[in-house]
């Protein structure tokens, strides 16, 4: 499983970014999805988890009620909708995916086995 972010720029605060995490590989076996924020020089945060199997999705306090994520289940891709950013929003955005054979609401970083490349998001 290869895993793709698209999306990120620059953007006023107050604005709005849509993030995309392009599965390359079926995401059926693949069922849980994270998008997570690094700072630099600092650890990955788990901003939003959607567990595919379960059709739930999780957020971190952070970003609740101001992130969606969603799946375009047509297309093997994971959305991270961003409303509201603030400066504070500024970071490298990753995805990242895992299976699971339970339920999926880790923000753990070595939980998740795929990772992308990141996009970066600046928000001034």
């Known amino acids: 499983v290869q895993l793709v972010e698209s999306g990120g720029g620059s953007v006023q605060a107050g604005g709005s970014l849509r993030l995309s995490c392009e599965v390359a590989g079926s995401l059926d076996g693949t069922n849980c999805i994270g998008w997570f924020r690094q700072y630099p020089g600092k650890d990955r945060e788990g901003l939003a988890v959607?567990?595919?199997?379960?059709?739930?999705?999780t957020y971190a306090d952070s970003v609740k009620g101001r992130f969606i994520i969603t799946r375009d289940k047509g297309k093997d891709l994971v959305y991270l909708q961003m409303n509201g950013l603030q400066p504070e929003d500024t970071g490298m955005y990753y995805c990242?995916?895992?299976?699971?054979?339970?339920?999926?609401?880790?923000?753990?970083?070595?939980?998740?086995?795929?990772w992308g490349q990141g996009t970066q998001v600046t928000v001034s």
């Open positions: 990242a995916a895992r299976a699971v054979h339970g339920t999926c609401t880790s923000f753990r970083a070595n939980f998740y086995a795929y």
């Open positions: 959607l567990w595919i199997s379960g059709a739930t999705t």
